[in-house]
């Protein structure tokens, strides 16, 4: 079972295939080697028979046939003994009528040229020549180490490759077994999670491999996963807690019209009210609805090249009016031509939500300035009122949805807007915080400029 | 099935309800309309009918609103207004780049649409380069203002605010509409901006005058009056 994975590894398979290559390769080259040895020493073998041809045939050409046959047998006087009975080299002198007149093989067919023959068995590199008045000269020299050779290579190249393949295999099954078990390991925790058990990670084995950089990418997508999931969760219960309290209110004026209303009139007004509810639930949800579109994500693919500074200058003017009416002072200073990679719909709702703040949540007479400047590639953006601020250990909740100041309950709103600003701060990749102004509130927002992600 | 004001239009909506009530209002407000359920047959009755506007859901059976005007656009510029969910805030564009005029995201006052549709349903002409709308003129190339010939001072948002209810004189235009048109802001900021400008705006107009040309038409926005 066990060893069957292993071999179904891709890993194994892997080293199957560059084996089998190596197997080719091996052959080709082998097959080269030999043919380059078996010409070589062939032609040796052919050389030396030239030269002895050579040497019977300026005998016979200085001083005639006698002499001829005297080169032959001081030759075959000199030959060496491979074993007992097979020398090395073989020659045979003939006359015109077919006799032998010296040398250490019986009358050879009369074959002229370079040719390779069979004799006793034996392999033989033969060379034909007449030499002149009908004589005939045949000189041999013995295949057999050339054969030899060839076997002793071939041998090697088996014993070398079967230690290769035997090699490759071990490692193969070694390297299999190794991949397999990490497999195994993120296939075991990814099972795992879908049984349930959510904050299962993925271990990092710290060899910074890809095997590792593959399990910090899963456990990384993971988390995100489990923050969405969280945040789901969270955004359910706030909804079902939160919504719970308009519509009840809705309800019990509906009820109550039913019970006490009396004139058309007082139905009109009853009915007016209830749309009232009505519009704020709904304003409620499409709150929460852009909220959760920001923090999915989605909108990143809409980030576009954003005049921040046009943008910034145009929330002002339209909160002018607003803030007088208010009485509140409301002051700007804004960086020039500040350009910047974003989504200007969001930009303008999350300034707009924070000048709201400053403007709903402060008495008459406040002072309200904002600012925007670039430094370094990242955007300062901040609202700084003097009105009352919010306690130290309350600047981390107002950004929760639905959270309001007990100072606020009274006034107008559905705690969302820190929330949506928050998000849309995210989604451009930078951070808020909340400072004490001394007096008053500061937001302070800061984003890069190119957040490109 | 002609109504008096001599308008006609054609809603494609496959929610039953939503468009009987919206047939019933449309035609207590004169318009003679026609329905469709389905996008193909919707799409059919535009290129064949001659129509004063659309009013077409998103989502749709047999063929979805945004092909149905991209396909529509091929032929014919009947003005459309798209009807949609309010998880879909984020189809404006796309569906304005369809070729769509104008967006209402659902559940919407009934008053809202009728303005809407009021504003689309105007008689096409040329952009000009004056308006004019009883004792008010405005000269766009020049970016001036007067009254009875008496030049107005407005800041640039007023200008705008101005322009857009000249544009659409002696009809109704909603806060949203404002909003939209003059700030290009598509959510509700919360406060009375509208007001607030309208407030500004009025000021101004009046200064030494009896008159007030803009009319605040109570639950439904404003209107300017071409008769002061």
């Known amino acids: 079972m066990r060893v069957n994975r292993i071999i179904k590894s891709g890993t194994f398979r892997l080293a199957a295939a560059f084996s089998a290559l190596f197997l080719v390769l091996t052959g080709a080259l082998m097959g080269t080697v030999l043919w380059i040895v078996d010409n070589t020493q062939t032609e040796t073998l052919v050389r030396a028979n030239d030269a002895d041809t050579e040497t019977v045939l300026n005998g016979f050409s200085d001083e005639g046939i006698d002499e001829a046959v005297e080169v032959v047998r001081q030759r075959l006087g000199n030959v060496k003994y491979s074993t007992a009975s ?136 993971l988390n995100r996963i489990a923050a969405l999931l969280e945040n789901l969760r969270q955004v359910s219960s706030d909804v079902a807690h939160d919504l719970r309290t308009p519509l009840a209110r809705l309800r019990n004026r509906l009820e109550n019209a039913r019970a006490e209303s009396t004139s058309t009139t007082q139905y009109a007004q009853a009915i007016a009210g209830a749309i009232v509810d009505a519009d704020q639930i709904l304003s409620m949800f499409a709150a929460l609805l852009r909220i959760s579109q920001v923090e999915a994500g989605g909108r990143l693919a809409k980030f576009a090249n954003v005049n921040l500074s ?144 | 099935m002609s109504g008096t004001n ?25 318009y003679a309309v026609e329905h469709h359920s389905d996008g193909r047959e919707g799409l059919a009755a535009a290129l064949a009918g001659d129509f004063d506007a659309l009013i077409v859901d998103r989502m749709l059976p047999g063929m ?16 459309v207004i798209y009807l949609t969910t309010m998880s879909g805030i984020d189809d404006r564009v796309a569906g304005l780049d369809a070729g769509g005029d104008d967006y209402l995201t659902k559940p919407f006052a009934f008053a809202e649409l009728l303005a809407r549709i009021r504003v689309l349903t105007r008689r096409a002409t040329h952009p000009p380069s004056r308006l004019t709308a009883g004792s008010i003129e405005m000269d766009l190339l020049a970016r001036t203002v007067t009254r009875d010939g008496r030049d107005i001072d407005l800041v640039p948002q007023e200008f705008r605010l101005l322009e857009y209810l000249m544009k659409n004189a002696d009809r109704v235009v909603t806060r949203k509409m404002l909003l939209e048109n003059v700030w290009n802001v598509y959510f509700d900021p919360g406060t009375n901006v509208v007001e607030s400008h309208i407030s500004r705006l009025r000021t101004s107009l009046k200064q030494g005058f009896s008159t007030d040309p803009i009319q605040t038409v109570r639950g439904e926005g404003y209107r300017l009056l071409a008769s002061q």
């Open chain 1, 86 to 221: 097979r020398p090395d080299c073989f020659m045979v002198l003939e006359n015109g009528s077919g006799a032998v007149l010296a040398g250490n093989l019986p009358a050879q067919p009369r074959r002229i040229g370079d040719f390779t023959t069979t004799l006793r068995d034996t392999r033989i590199r033969g060379r034909g020549t007449p030499i002149g008045e009908g004589a005939y000269l045949f000189v041999g020299r013995d295949l057999g180490p050339v054969a030899v050779t060839r076997e002793r290579i071939i041998d090697a190249f088996i014993w070398v490759t079967a230690g290769a393949l035997g090699i490759a295999s071990v490692t193969g099954v070694l390297l299999g077994r190794r991949f397999t078990r990490r497999v195994d390991a993120v296939a075991r925790a990814c099972k795992s999670i879908i049984a349930g058990r959510l904050d299962e990670r993925i271990e990092v084995q710290g060899y910074n491999d890809e095997w590792d950089r593959l399990a910090s990418a899963i456990n990384d997508m």
């Open chain 2, 64 to 79: 979805d609103g945004l092909d149905l005007v991209k396909a529509l656009r091929q032929r014919k510029d009947t003005p």
């Open chain 2, 6 to 30: 001599g308008k006609r239009l054609l809603l494609v909506e496959d929610d039953g309800e939503l468009a009987s009530t919206l047939l019933a209002r449309l035609r207590e407000s004169d």
């Open chain 1, 310 to 453: 046009e943008l910034c200058e145009n929330v002002f003017r339209m909160y002018q009016p607003v803030a007088e009416d208010y009485a509140h002072k409301l002051t700007a200073n804004f960086d020039d031509g500040a350009q910047v990679r974003g989504d200007a719909e969001l930009l303008t709702q999350m300034f707009t939500n924070l000048i709201e703040n400053a403007i709903h949540h402060t008495p008459s007479g406040t002072a309200i300035h904002l600012l925007m400047r670039i430094a370094q590639d990242t955007v300062y953006l901040s609202v700084e009122d003097t009105g009352p601020g919010i306690a130290a250990d309350q600047t981390e909740k107002v950004f929760r949805r639905f959270y309001r100041l007990a100072s606020s309950r009274t006034t107008a709103g559905h705690g969302l807007g820190l929330a949506l600003v928050s998000a849309v701060v995210q989604l451009h990749d930078g951070g808020i915080d909340l400072a004490d102004a001394h007096p008053g509130l500061r937001v302070n927002v800061r984003f890069p400029v190119n957040c490109d992600r």
